[in-house]
Structure formats: C-alpha cells, structure tokens
Antibody, heavy 120, light 110 residues
Framework: QVQLQESGPGLVKPSGTLSLICTVSGGSVSHDNYYWSWIRQPPGKGLEWIGSIHYNGSTDYNTSLKRRLTISIDTSKNKFSLKVTSVTSADAAVYYC????????????WGQGTLVTVSS | QSVLTQPPSASGTPGQRVTISCSGNSSNIGNNYVYWYQQLPGTAPKLLMYRNNQRPSGIPDRFSGSKSGTSASLAISGLRSEDEADYYCSAWDDSLSGRVFGGGTKLTVL
C-alpha cells in the first residue's frame, strides 16, 4: 500500500521560497504509469493543481504558476519536491502531494496535506 | 473562477438520490476523462470516480458517474449521513495543458 507524506516548513515569509518534499513509501516513484503531483487548497477554498513530474524528469506545470515553480524528483530517495518562489499570501494553503496514474486513472493516492502559512 | 463549474451546494435526506453537476467545455470535459473526488471534513480528497464512470475498488455502487458532451454528473443514491462532504470534479484541459478542478460542491445530508 503506497503512502505519501508531505514535509517542510509551515511558515514562509512573503517574497520567500516555499519548499516541500513528498516522501513515497510502499512503492517506487520509478514507474512508467505514475505522475507525481502537487495540489493545493487555500483555507476554505477549492483544489488547485500545481504540477506533476514523471520519474524520467518530464514535468507539467500550472501555467498560472509556471514562472515561479520547480518540481523535481529524486528516484534514489523515492521523493519528489516542490519549490515556489516569490510567495505571497495567495500561496497560503494546504499542500497535498498525490499520485496520478496514467492513462486516465486519476489521483488515486494522496498525502495527508501540510499547511503552509505566508507571514513575516 | 474555476475552469469547471459546479453548484456550490447540494442537499438531500437519508435514502434520497442526489446529483451534482460539472460543466466545462470542449477543451476539458468535452475531450477528456472526468474524475470525481470526495473530501470529508479535515481530510485529504479521495478518488471517487475515474474515466467518467469507473469506481475505484472500495467505492460503493451507490456512487455513479456520467458524462455527456461538455458536462458531467455524479449521482449518489441511498444517501447516507457519511456522504456529507465536499465533492470536486476534475479533468485535463488541452488548452491549458494541465489538470483543472471544479470549485467544489458541499453536500449536506439533512
């Protein structure tokens, strides 16, 4: 049973960089059909897809966030990570990592989520 | 201002059948699979439906999905108190080259 766990600072300063890691256990990130994704949810609001990465390094990013985003993967450590630069209060959210199974099987496994607050 | 449009709320009494709609366009729902997620209060979302109408293992057959043109629906029959949650639709959007979500529908079991 694969499990995902987000980790990282819960508080980021405005204009700073948000950095999160998702650790995958119970399965390998190195699978052709899996895309490893980040999704966020501002308090009291809906879900927003941030981006995804395949173990071969190919990425898809939300076009509205793309210029501030970096998603990377470390197959040797079975982890993938998210960096968002120049954060503002609009980036405050619960950040989830999830597994996207292709083709067409959706985000079938999610982490519990981690709250990131943006404040000085 | 979500790309996919859902009603903000829905309600029903135990045992009733409720449906939640999701409207998009030819770039997303019209040309791609629709997914549904259930988010119970204080928890991560859970995959409820994939490829428009397929249930993952463990999802009861009280839940069903359908798609027609640029719209999709999630139906819940035999409504139960534990179905009270937020429901989100999602699809790939060819124009945006990314996943999009609906704004979510809060289902209340009266």
């Amino acid at each position: 049973q694969v499990q995902l766990q987000e980790s990282g600072p819960g508080l980021v300063k405005p204009s700073g960089t948000l950095s999160l890691i998702c650790t995958v256990s119970g399965g390998s990130v190195s699978h052709d059909n899996y895309y490893w994704s980040w999704i966020r949810q501002p308090p009291g609001k809906g879900l927003e897809w941030i981006g995804s990465i395949h173990y071969n390094g190919s990425t898809d990013y939300n076009t509205s966030l793309k210029r501030r985003l970096t998603i990377s993967i470390d197959t040797s450590k079975n982890k993938f990570s998210l960096k968002v630069t120049s954060v503002t209060s609009a980036d405050a959210a619960v950040y989830y990592c999830a597994r996207d199974v292709n083709p067409g099987s959706g985000f079938d496994c999610w982490g519990q989520g981690t709250l990131v607050t943006v404040s000085s | 201002q979500s790309v996919l449009t859902q009603p903000p709320s829905a309600s029903g009494t135990p045992g009733q059948r409720v449906t939640i709609s999701c409207s998009g366009n030819s770039s997303n729902i019209g040309n791609n699979y629709v997914y549904w997620y259930q988010q119970l209060p204080g928890t991560a979302p859970k995959l409820l439906m994939y490829r428009n109408n397929q249930r993952p293992s463990g999802i009861p057959d009280r839940f069903s999905g359908s798609k027609s043109g640029t719209s999709a629906s999630l139906a819940i029959s035999g409504l139960r108190s534990e179905d009270e949650a937020d429901y989100y639709c999602s699809a790939w959007d060819d124009s945006l080259s990314g996943r999009v979500f609906g704004g979510g529908t809060k289902l209340t079991v009266l």
